[in-house]
C-alpha cells in the first residue's frame, strides 16, 4: 500500500490545529469561569449538630429517620467539608463573628444575653452585607439576621442588606409562627398567626402530650414565607443579569418558647411510633426546612443559573437536644465531644456543604479548616475585592473553584466563649487545645487525627505544644471590658474596689 505523504501531512496539520484551537477555547473558558462573579446563597441553620444530617453518615438512628433528600442533592452534587466550624459555641456569638468578620477573641459578642452588641452600632467597620455590596452584590437577609441580644431595626438594616425580613432578636425568633415580623424595619402583622387561631398548637412545657401542628389553612409557617421571598429576590437579579448575595438565617430546628416548635404537618414522621411527639415535630421541622432547599435549588435550576451560583448550607454551633427533653435517640454530634455551648469539638464542629454545578466537583470531600467568618473575605474575593485588615477570615473561593494550590492555609483557629466557664479552644494542624478560666485554668490537648472524640488528654506528653497553643491563646484574645480571663487581662479599678470592700466586711 502506497501512502499520500502530502495529504497525510495535511491531516496531520489539520488534527494538530484542532487540537491547538480546542485548548486555546478551554483555556479561555477556565479563564473566564474564574472572572464570572457566582452568586452566592448562604443557608445558615440553628442548633443542627453534625450527627443529624444523614449525609455526614455520623449517625445510624439520623441516617434512617431522618428525612433530607434535597441537601443529600447537595451533597452529592457538591462537597462535602469535613472540618468546618462555627464562629462560636452559641447562637448570638457565633453569628455575631460571622456578620461582623471576628473571630471569637475580636468579636463583640461572646456570650449570649438579651442586650445588643452595643460595639456593632455605629459599626466601626464593613458588616457582611455591606461587604457582599461593595463587591457588586444585591443582598438580602432573611430569618435570624440579630448577630446578639434584642436590636433595632436600624441595626439590622446597618448590616448592609438592601432587603432583610425576619426578626430583631435571638429570643422571639423561637417561634415558627409569630404574629408579626419586620420587613426593612418596618413592623408588618401576620394575621393567620393571631393566637386565638393558633390556640392548642404549642407543645406544653416539659411534655409530649399534644400540640405541635398548625392545621391546614390556619397559620404561616415564616420559613415558607422567607424562601417565598428569597425566590422572588433570585428572579428579579437573575432578570437583570445582577449577582446577589442571600444569607438565610434559618432558626430549623431551635425550639423554646414563646412559640416553639410547630410545623405545618407531620411530614410522615407521625408514623413512627418509636419516636415521641417531641421528636415527631423536631424532625418534622428538619423536612420541612429541607423542602424549602429543595425550592431555591428547584429555583435556581429552573432559571438556568445553577452553574453560576453557590449555594452553602450549614450550622451556627453543635447539637442541642433539649427541645426535645432529651432523649436517647439521636447521637446529635456522632461521637464528637459535648454539645452546643462548649468549645469542644461537639460545640463548635458544623456541617458545611457547598454546591456549584460545573464547577465544584459532584460528591467531593473537603478537610479544609475554614470557619463562619471566612464567609465575609470570600464574598469580597468573589467580587474581585481585596481582603481588609478587619477580617480574621480567609478567603474560601481558591477551594470552591478547584483551585486547591491557590488556597490560603491558616496556622490556627482560635475561641473564646464566656458561658459554662470561661473557655478557650485552638485547632492548630491535627491539634486540639481547650482551657478554662484563663491562666488560673489547665490547658488540655488532643490529637484529633486519632483522638476525634476528645477522649485522651496527651497535655503532659507535648509540653511544647502546650506552650505554644497558651501563647496564642493570649495572643488572640482582645482585651474588653465585659469579656475577660483570669491572669491575662488587667484588673478594672471597680473589681479592685469590691474586693477591697470585700476585706473590710
Known amino acids: ?55 455526614y453518615q455520623m449517625d445510624e438512628v439520623s441516617q434512617k429517620i431522618i428525612k433530607t433528600p434535597n441537601i443529600d ?148 409557617f415564616t420559613e415558607n414565607l422567607y424562601v417565598d421571598k428569597a425566590i422572588e429576590f433570585i428572579k428579579k437579579n437573575s432578570e437583570i443579569k ?65 452553574n453560576n451560583t453557590i449555594i452553602m448550607w450549614t450550622s451556627d454551633n453543635g447539637d442541642e437536644d433539649s427541645y426535645y427533653l432529651r432523649t436517647d435517640t439521636f447521637k446529635g454530634n456522632g461521637d464528637l465531644r459535648m454539645y452546643k455551648r462548649y468549645l469542644y469539638e461537639g460545640g463548635i464542629r458544623v456541617p458545611l456543604i457547598a454546591w456549584w454545578p460545573g464547577t465544584i ?16 473575605p470570600t464574598l469580597a474575593d468573589a467580587g474581585g475585592k481585596a481582603l481588609t485588615e478587619e477580617m480574621d477570615g480567609i478567603s474560601i473561593m481558591p477551594t470552591l473553584r478547584g483551585k486547591s494550590e491557590q488556597q490560603t492555609k491558616r496556622e490556627y483557629l482560635y475561641w473564646e466563649f464566656y458561658e459554662r466557664g470561661k473557655q478557650q479552644a485552638v485547632h492548630m494542624g491535627k491539634w486540639k487545645s481547650y482551657r478554662k478560666n484563663g491562666l488560673k485554668g489547665k490547658t488540655e490537648l488532643y490529637d484529633l487525627s486519632t483522638d476525634i472524640s476528645e477522649a485522651k488528654n496527651i497535655a503532659k506528653d507535648y509540653p511544647e505544644i502546650v506552650a505554644r497553643m497558651e501563647k496564642i491563646m493570649e495572643k488572640e484574645h482582645t482585651v474588653h471590658p465585659r469579656w475577660r480571663l483570669p491572669g491575662i487581662d488587667p484588673e478594672l479599678e471597680g473589681d479592685q474596689k469590691k474586693r477591697k470592700r470585700g476585706k473590710n466586711k
Open 1 to 55: 500500500m502506497k501512502l499520500n505523504f502530502t495529504k497525510h501531512f495535511h491531516i496531520r496539520n489539520m488534527l494538530g490545529l484542532f487540537i491547538n484551537t480546542f485548548a486555546v477555547i478551554s483555556f479561555s473558558n477556565s479563564v473566564m469561569a474564574e472572572k464570572i462573579q457566582p452568586n452566592i446563597i448562604y443557608i445558615n441553620t440553628d442548633d443542627w449538630g453534625i450527627g443529624k444530617v444523614p449525609a
Open 73 to 220: 442533592r447537595l451533597r452529592k452534587g457538591g462537597m462535602k467539608f469535613t472540618r468546618a466550624y462555627a464562629g462560636n459555641a452559641v447562637c448570638g456569638p457565633s453569628r455575631c463573628s460571622l456578620m461582623s468578620g471576628k473571630h471569637p477573641g475580636n468579636a463583640a459578642w461572646r456570650a449570649n444575653s438579651k442586650e445588643p452588641p452595643v460595639e456593632l452600632w455605629p459599626p466601626k467597620h464593613p458588616m457582611l452585607g455591606s461587604v457582599a455590596r461593595d463587591a457588586g452584590y444585591a443582598t438580602a437577609g432573611f430569618g435570624k439576621l440579630s448577630a446578639g441580644g434584642t436590636e433595632k431595626p436600624e441595626t439590622i438594616t446597618g448590616y448592609g442588606f438592601d432587603y432583610w425580613l425576619g426578626f430583631l432578636s435571638h429570643f422571639d425568633c423561637r417561634d415558627y409562627y409569630p404574629h408579626h415580623i419586620y420587613e426593612n424595619g418596618q413592623q408588618i402583622e401576620l394575621p393567620k398567626n393571631r393566637p386565638d387561631l393558633l390556640e392548642g398548637t404549642i407543645i406544653p412545657s416539659n411534655k409530649n402530650t399534644s400540640g405541635g401542628v398548625v392545621p391546614p389553612g390556619v397559620g404561616t
Open 242 to 306: 445582577k449577582p446577589f448575595f442571600i444569607y438565610l438565617a434559618s432558626t430549623v430546628p431551635h425550639g423554646g418558647m414563646p412559640g416553639g416548635m410547630r410545623v405545618p404537618d407531620m411530614a410522615g414522621y407521625d408514623q413512627y411510633e418509636e419516636l415521641t411527639l417531641r421528636e415527631k415535630v423536631y424532625c418534622a421541622l428538619m423536612t420541612h426546612h429541607d423542602r424549602n432547599v429543595g425550592r431555591i435549588i428547584d429555583a435556581v435550576e429552573d432559571l438556568g443559573i445553577q
Open 361 to 376: 466537583e459532584s460528591n467531593s470531600t473537603c478537610d479544609l479548616p475554614t470557619t463562619q467568618y471566612d464567609l465575609m
